[in-house]
């Protein structure tokens, strides 16, 4: 989709090489956005009108960028994936047992010459990075929300997704429902909610030095 976007003639920089693989989300995400953002602009200034719902810009602009996020999580998630027909049909429709060669993509156990290995890297950076900006999120919008609450709601969203795609399987997506998926997006949750959380810590322990 990204060559519809940039000119035949244009040379795009090699520090985004790593990300064209995910151009085809391009078209989807801003799609969705055309259509959830002014949805959320409307029904947030219609909660502003009352007085009981009173919020800051900062907080304003925090849930902007949730509701943003949400709409690239659909895009990347839920769009109907029909160059993986190959990859996919040769997959179970359901895969609910945990796999090492899938989590570290282990050249070893897949054949020579094969594209499989190339598939499994992006795939696993994909699910990795897509949730790593919901464990950043997550404690910046629910101040009081404690760490293994936001590992909770991180594998609640993304089983929800996975239960999505393998429906969605049967009306010709292509897509598979992989317990392996599950893991690598609590694993990006994880590392963002200890960011936020470690980050927390700072000020605390900086205050109290000053005590002392």
């Given amino acids: 989709m990204l060559d519809l976007l940039v000119a035949p003639n244009v040379r795009i920089p090699r520090i985004f090489y790593p990300f064209l693989v995910y151009r085809s989300i391009i078209v989807p995400f801003l799609v969705v956005c055309a259509v959830a953002v002014p949805g959320w602009l409307v029904f947030r200034l219609y909660r502003r009108r009352t007085r009981a719902h009173r919020a800051s810009v900062r907080r304003e602009l925090l849930l902007l ?6 709409c690239g999580l659909a895009a990347a998630t839920l769009e109907p994936s029909h160059t993986s027909r190959a990859v996919a049909e040769s997959m179970r429709g359901v895969d609910l047992r945990p796999s090492m060669a899938s989590l570290t993509c282990s050249s070893a156990s897949m054949p020579d010459g094969s594209t499989a290995h190339s598939f499994c890297v ?91």
């Fill in 122 to 212: 992006r795939n696993a950076r994909g699910n990795f990075v897509l949730f790593f900006p919901l464990g950043i999120l997550l404690p910046l919008v629910l101040p009081h929300l404690r760490f293994w609450r936001g590992v909770l709601i991180a594998a609640a969203v993304s089983c929800s997704i996975e239960f999505l795609q393998y429906v969605s399987s049967f009306f010709g997506s292509y897509r598979t429902a992989d317990i392996n998926d599950v893991i690598l997006n609590v694993l990006g949750a994880c590392v963002g909610l200890a960011v936020v959380f470690l980050l927390r810590l700072r000020p605390a322990s900086a205050s109290l030095e000053r005590a002392v």
């Fill in 65 to 70: 960028t949730v509701v943003v996020y949400l």
